[in-house]
């Protein structure tokens, strides 16, 4: 009898349930057309009897994987072997315990955490699953990707591919995108290809000429980028002494990341690694709530899989209809047809989640909060932050719960909404520069 692989692609379609090899490069089931997951065979996989035992890598981080912040955590994402692994040093990222802000919003002392994902190589999150999804990129041989951005995907595309050799190109939206992400993609020598259109526009032409030119996705419909992102719940429980927080409160968009957290909660507690399973609160912009829309107004649910696609069909041609197209400062969270809707809404039920909208004013309220006590951040990154007041004020989370809020990206992504909103005096957090005359007496006044 032939040994089982330690990883296989299988669609999350319960009346499909097709199976693939990690050896083949899909990025939907080519059965049904659903979204595929990777599910391992954990009778293959020698994984720790403790997630403290990855403490221990720590003291040899000059080998390369256990420097990195997602390969460190290599049994639990153990898709391809570690010759085809690629890592430029991600994931050497920051859980900061921060009572200034904590106090200010209302929570006690000790209790909240600022996940900074903005140390990462090309400045967010997307590093986490990039240096995953490249991995099997190199595994099946691939030369040249795509994929669809509001920004921080670009960018980290662009930084992995320029690394691994390979040829890219990025797709964005007219007038769609914040300069310090595309920036990013010009310097990595992306092949940059602005369309006429938002995201979902975006998202529907990559898919297309990836189909035709056989080009590798980078997009998070690709099941391999979420894997590299579930390491972003490691690092928070490592963060806390290997304790898992009451809450994760994360901004939504194209919902890899909430789908992603939920599948690392799912198998640490399968693996008995973990006691409980916090719960997760996903926070959207209101010009972008199209989650907010379903769960909340649709009762749209996971429902074990099967998921009632009219609701999500019959929403999705009222936009259409209204000639509708999200609008928010938080641009990396600006998308109104989420790729991984239907994972995420398994995160929901799995984690007993909550999901929320908050204006733009309440965003960039948090995001001036944010940085006055102590870490810059990217507008969509605030959004966790507003959503947590959000959620005190219902008393949904209790301040002496343990929360640790996803800051998704750094403060130079979008220098524009920050200069804007204190030289504007855009809200009540605002600190502009004054003007004074080049006198010492003057300027000694206004420093009183």
Sequence with gaps: MAEKPKAYQKCINPDCGAEFSCAEAFFKCPKCGDLLDIQYNWDQIDTPKKLADFSKRWATKNNRLDFSGVWRFRELLDFCGDNFKVSIGEGQTLLQQNDMLGEFIGMKAGKLYLQYEGLNPSGSFKDNGMTAAFSHAKMVGAKSC????????SAAVALYAHH???????????GRIAFGKLSQAMDYG??????????????????????????????????????????????IIEGLGWNV?????VPGGNLGNSSAFGKAFAELKHLGLINKIPRLAIINATGADTLTELVNNRNLKWNGGRIDNKIINDFYTELTAKNFSPHTCASAIEISRPVNL?????????????????SDQAITDAKALIGKYGLGCEPASAASVAGLELLLAEKIIKPDETVACVLTGHCLKDPNVTVNYHKEKGGKFSNPPVESPNDLEQIIKLMS
Aim: aromatic share 6%.
């Design 342 to 358: 239907k994972k995420c809404l398994r995160a929901i039920e799995l984690c007993n989640g909550v999901v929320r909208a908050v």
């Design 245 to 249: 927080p009451d809450w994760i409160v």
């Design 146 to 153: 795509a994929c669809a951005s509001t920004g921080n995907t």
């Design 164 to 174: 691994s050799g390979m040829k890219c190109t990025v797709f964005i939206g007219s």
């Design 190 to 235: 992306a092949n940059t290809i602005q369309i006429m259109g938002d995201f979902d526009d975006c998202m529907k032409q990559v898919q297309a000429v990836c189909t035709e030119l056989k080009l590798y996705l980078l997009n998070s419909l690709n099941p391999f980028r979420l894997e590299g992102q579930k390491t972003i719940m490691y690092r």
